[in-house]
């Protein structure tokens, strides 16, 4: 059985479920799961809805592996019941499953959100920045604080490759709850619009939440636009299990960002706005965005705070505006948020520059959707001396919509382009490629086609003369390329490496 901290005996099932409509409460609680893969014995065992309505079959293993107590929705009611009877495991109906799992799972690990100053940031871009960012902040101003997001779970001393963006409600409230038994006090995580459709953030409490912008991605998942705001809005919209609502930052010079601010308003709440303009809460005054970052001073409601940053952009500049929105939210002291955002010096794969005595510059960046590619090179081109030489491709089995927007931007944005895969998945690598390289020709530039990603950045960094700039888009801090359902292992910075002959 998996061990667990706080005993979680018969009165505390019974402070937090409805009697069971058969059996009775076991005496005690060893973990919660929600799958019949990872369940355990004597776990609490959480019965759910799939895409593909309930799968018996989950339940039955659920139960083989000796789970104590089945949870599941009062619609869930079959003759799978006899099943569970005859296995001797009581069951809870509830009317609403994921907010019950929720509250459970707040309760069961000790309601370690309602304790700790959990920030979340939401948006298409900007997510992992401003998550790395906020943690920088709070763990200068003397908060201890972990970070869940793409690139990591990273709970004090157990730093792990995260395995989604915004992982599955349990292992959120886990990670919550061992964070807080770490010591840690502050939380700086991404909530993807996924896990806000998903309920996955159901239970949790947010001192603090952010909206970076909304730009095309993810209508594979979202239907449309509309769809794709709304799960965002519910970020803003939710209250905390206590009734509160978290602070709100936003930015205001985002078209959507704008139409949440009078949607916020209209719900009488105050967000706090960023932006360009003097109207905004936080707006720059004085401030130069140069090859070695950004530096200046930004204006405040609590004052000029001055700025000096390592990262570049002006899309940085945006997402340190919203950190500094939340970290005034949490009441950190100016100085502290100056100092925190110099301490980051980076985000992995986020324009991660690759070094070398070639004199080209290789820059290795996460950006995947045609707004990213847009900011990126935009960012890239006032750097650069020379040519800038874009590699890039489009992931299979995800919007197909954005492969002729993301071919339009990066031949308009280069001089020349590599067109390659992404993560193809279970597509035709080539396929996508065609649905890609109509907008590509239409801008006149330069490119060549290879489908294989290693010879790509090859050629492209073959062909780059002193003072260029080769970017390779797309797969930033990613180890892997997935081929088919299979991940290999691919590193776009190893390869790039490889290619400029540095040792490895
Ligand atoms: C499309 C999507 O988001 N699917 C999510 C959804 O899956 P689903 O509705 O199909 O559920 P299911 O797999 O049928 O399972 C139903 C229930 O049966 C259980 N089960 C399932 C299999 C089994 O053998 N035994 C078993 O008990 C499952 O744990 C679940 O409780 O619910 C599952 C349980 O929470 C999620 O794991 C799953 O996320 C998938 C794996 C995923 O990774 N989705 C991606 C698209 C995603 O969420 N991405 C965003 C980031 C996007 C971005 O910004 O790039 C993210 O937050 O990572
Ligand atoms: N505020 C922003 N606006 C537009 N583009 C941005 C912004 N911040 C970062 N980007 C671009 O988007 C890419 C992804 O950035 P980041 O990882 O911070 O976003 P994300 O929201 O976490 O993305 P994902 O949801 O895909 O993980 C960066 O590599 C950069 O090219």
């Keep these: 059985m998996k061990e667990h901290p706080v005993r979680k005996d018969r009165q505390w099932i019974k402070s937090v479920l409805p009697d069971p409509a058969w059996g009775m409460f076991p005496d005690n609680i060893g973990g919660l799961s929600d799958d019949s893969r990872s369940a355990c014995e004597g776990d609490l065992f959480f019965l759910r809805h799939g895409k593909n309505g309930v799968n018996w079959a989950f339940l039955e293993d659920a139960i083989k592996a000796g789970v104590r107590l089945v949870v599941t929705d009062s619609s869930i009611r079959s003759n799978w019941l006899t099943e569970a009877i005859f296995h001797s495991v009581p069951v809870v109906f509830v009317d609403d499953l994921l907010n019950t799992m929720g509250r459970v799972a707040s309760s069961f690990w000790g309601n370690p959100s309602e304790k700790m100053k959990v920030v979340a940031v939401t948006g298409t871009n900007g997510k992992t920045t401003s998550s790395f960012l906020t943690r920088s902040v709070m763990v200068q101003s003397g908060i201890p604080t972990g970070l869940i997001g793409t690139v990591v779970f990273d709970i004090g001393d157990e730093v792990v490759e995260a395995t989604q963006t915004t992982p599955g409600i349990l292992d959120l409230h886990r990670l919550l709850g061992e964070a807080w038994l770490k010591g840690l006090r502050g939380m700086s995580m991404e909530v993807s619009s996924h896990a806000l459709d998903q309920g996955r953030v159901s239970g949790l409490s947010f001192s603090v939440v952010h909206f970076t912008n909304l730009t095309r ?25 206590d009734g509160s609502h978290p602070i709100c930052v936003v930015n205001g010079d985002d078209s959507w960002g704008k139409r949440l601010i009078s949607e916020l308003v209209l719900e009488k709440r105050t967000p706090i706005i960023i932006g360009e303009s003097q109207d905004a809460d936080i707006s720059p005054k004085n401030v130069s965005i140069g090859i070695d970052g950004i530096r200046g001073v930004i204006r405040t409601p609590k004052g000029d705070l001055h700025i000096e940053s390592p990262m570049t952009g002006h899309y940085n500049l945006m997402n340190i505006m919203g950190v500094i929105g939340c970290s005034i939210a949490l009441e950190i002291p100016l100085d502290l948020i100056s100092r925190g955002i110099s301490a980051q010096h980076g985000v992995p794969g986020r324009f991660e520059v690759i070094r070398s005595d070639r004199n080209i510059s290789v820059i290795v960046d996460y950006a995947h959707t045609d707004d990213a590619l847009e900011n990126l090179l935009g960012a890239v081109r006032p750097l650069c001396k020379g040519k800038v030489i874009t590699v890039f491709g489009c992931g299979g089995d995800r919007d197909r ?19 390659t895969s992404d993560n193809p998945r279970t597509e035709d690598p080539e396929r996508i490629l065609d649905e ?43 180890n892997y390329q997935i081929l088919g359902k299979i991940k290999h292992h691919f590193d776009d910075r190893e390869v790039a490496r490889e290619a400029l002959g540095i040792d490895l």
């Design 217 to 241: 991605d993810h209508l594979d998942y979202h239907p449309d636009m509309e769809s794709y705001y709304q799960a965002k809005k519910r970020l803003f919209s939710r209250q905390n299990p």
């Design 401 to 419: 919509g954005k492969r002729p927007r993301m071919g339009e931007k990066a031949g308009r944005l280069s001089d020349m382009v590599m067109l």
């Design 436 to 478: 890609i390289e109509p907008a590509l020709k239409g801008t006149g530039t330069p490119y060549e086609r290879i489908a294989d990603r290693k010879r790509a950045i090859f050629r492209a960094i073959s062909i780059a003369r002193p003072g260029d700039s080769v970017v390779i888009a797309g797969k930033g801090h990613e």
